[in-house]
């Protein structure tokens, strides 16, 4: 039987393209939210049936070798290492995109969702790039990034205040080695925050 550590090796570095596919789905989910009749809440829901689909592929494939080994075989520009052992991370990724929408209205999920799609990949890829000194779970040149791509996005949004207070606490919240997969952590907590920072009734989109 082909053992499973060669291809779960040809996941580590780098992984450009696990970025682009990351921001891809995210912008493709706000594509449908703003640009389609889809209602935000049926959205969610489908999202969650995806998320739910999901899981149960991730609960065969952990007790299935063989399932294992072909889901980093055919998915090896795209998977992680830590996902041999655990849930995959789109899992996640489909878990919190549709407790964002399910959760916040529609203002507040587009936020959150930008940073998901675009800070989370950006800081991913240039701190293992470029990082140099470690910060939390990651470092400061990957942290500096994720709150930059993050005001860039909230602050046109949301305004300096809210925009930019959520963009530096989310940053933190990013850093913190939380046993939660950060893509079902950062749309909530960037939620949470958005929403709670703004002044009520202030229009955003």
Known sequence: MEPISPLVAQTEG?????RVFHAANGLGVLALLLFTPVPQFELAILLGAAAVGALLLDWLRLRSPRVNRLFFRLLKRLASPREAEGIASSTWFLIGISLTLLLFP??????????LSLADPAASYLGRRWGRTPFGSGTVEGSLTFLCVSAFLLVPLAGWIPG????????????????????????LATGVLLWSLLPVGTPLL
């Open 14 to 18: 780098l992984q450009p393209w696990r």
């Open 106 to 115: 529609q203002a507040v999920a587009v936020g959150a969702i930008l940073v």
């Open 164 to 187: 930019g207070v959520t963009a530096l606490l989310v940053t933190g919240i990013e850093r913190v080695p939380w046993p939660l997969d950060d893509n079902l952590t950062i749309p």
